[in-house]
């Protein structure tokens, strides 16, 4: 289970670094911040296919997200 929690939270550091990636490029800014974002989500997304012995598919990850949710929520 705690390879889900790696993969939803790489996921959405990954959709929140996008923003900040566009942001920095329009603005003519480094994007170190958002940069540090990317290397976050890669490294947890890397470490939880790591660490699932049957890995995800793009079909799972709907699944994984409903399943994170409904842990922490109940």
């Known amino acids: 289970m705690q ?3 790696f993969l939803v939270i790489g996921v959405v550091v990954g959709i929140l670094a996008v923003p900040a990636l566009l942001s920095a490029f329009t603005h003519g800014h480094a994007p170190r911040a ?3 974002m990317v290397l976050i989500s890669g490294g947890l997304i890397a470490t939880a296919v790591s660490r699932n ?3 995800y598919t793009v079909e799972d990850v709907p699944k994984v997200f409903s ?3 409904n842990r922490y929520v109940n």
């Open 3 to 5: 390879a889900d929690l």
């Open 34 to 36: 958002a940069a540090i």
């Open 53 to 55: 012995p049957a890995g």
């Open 67 to 69: 399943r994170v949710i």
